[in-house]
């Protein structure tokens, strides 16, 4: 069994020549060899022997959702992780996701923004289950992303709580508190000025000159 341990950080800041050998032996473990980059955004991935990756639990995830729900676009593809993709990883467990599909749905700019988005969430998993975390998702050079289904489905179940959440507050009816008046509350009496009274008593005045 071939398995691979190396996070998602680690293989966004390693140097290119280290990057392209990491992926040609994923390549190699995961069948990818031989299939032009222009036709492997739109393939489903090759079977292959399993790889080892962590699966994290519904509280854990929620506790990585905490930890990065201030970055709005890591946020937002963490939660693509939780969508039901429409290919067939042809690894026990595992669910793979297209590149281009997780660009596209979490509005991405570029695949290094992708890489920064994933190891976000992989250092938010170490910081809540420690060192021996492992990483949670794995690259084949045919661009597809893999991640445990048991993290798949722990994302989706913090999803629907956010969701249950929400559509509580949203049928508590709105409460209105009046503002009290004051015990005792006399409103002083304003009535015309002294001018105005003689400035209304010209008209009938003038009336009695003619």
């Not at 800041?13 to 473990?29: F, L």
């Not at 709005?72 to 669910?95: D, K, V, Y």
Request: hydrophobic fraction near 45%; proline fraction near 7%.
């Amino acid at each position: 069994m071939t398995a691979f341990t190396f996070s998602a950080e680690q293989l966004r800041s390693a140097p290119p020549e280290v990057r392209r050998w990491i992926i040609d032996e994923i390549g190699r473990a995961l069948g990818g060899i031989g299939i032009p980059r222009s036709e492997a955004l739109h393939r489903e991935p090759p079977q292959a022997e399993a790889v080892t990756l962590a699966a994290c639990t519904t509280p854990e995830a929620l506790q990585m959702f905490e930890l990065i729900a201030r970055d709005a676009i890591t946020a937002r593809l963490f939660f693509e992780l939780a969508r039901a993709s429409t290919i067939n990883s042809g690894l026990p467990g595992l669910q793979a996701f297209r590149t281009a599909d997780l660009l596209h749905h979490a509005g991405l700019a570029s695949e290094d923004n992708l890489l920064d988005g994933l190891a976000a969430i992989d250092r938010a998993f170490g910081q809540v289950r420690g060192e021996s975390a492992g990483s949670l998702f794995g690259f084949d050079d045919a661009g597809h992303v893999y991640v445990h289904k048991a993290t798949q489905a722990s994302i989706h179940r913090v999803w629907e709580e956010l969701l249950q959440a929400r559509a509580a507050v949203e049928r508590q009816p709105a409460s209105f508190h009046p503002v009290p008046r004051p015990a005792i509350f006399t409103p002083p009496h304003l009535g015309p000025s002294e001018d105005i009274a003689v400035h209304a008593a010209r008209p009938s005045e003038a009336g009695l000159a003619f």
